[in-house]
Nanobody, 115 residues
């Protein structure tokens, strides 16, 4: 089993920044994809960014240039740096890891962008 714990969410003004963290624990296969997803009220969960064990990174078009995903292998932690936040970025942000038959989610961290 893999456990994911997110942190770093909060209330921020438009134009502000946040860094979300996702620490993974448990048995993790060598080849994996970790990612951040978000779900706004009344909307479906959507992909934000992913980073594979190979280092390959993908971003949703809506966040390119503002969001940066990165990882610290020694800490089993993936980060999401969010800059130039907009009200439409308000959502619960979830961390995810996929490998073999594993598809695990964290509990989510709330990001609210409001003046």
């Amino acid at each position: 089993q893999v456990q994911l714990v997110e942190s770093g969410g909060g209330l921020v003004q438009p134009g502000g920044s946040l860094r979300l963290s996702c620490e993974a624990s448990g048995s993790i296969f060598s080849f994996y994809v970790m990612g951040w997803y978000r779900q706004a009220p009344g909307k479906q969960r959507e992909l934000v960014a992913t980073i594979a064990s190979s280092g390959m990174i993908t971003y949703a078009d809506s966040v390119k240039g503002r969001f940066t995903i990165s990882r610290d292998n020694a800490k089993n932690t993936v980060y999401l740096q969010i800059n130039s936040l907009k009200p439409e970025d308000t959502a619960v942000y979830y961390c995810n890891i996929r490998f073999l038959t594993t598809n695990s989610w964290g509990q989510g961290t709330q990001v609210t962008v409001s003046s």
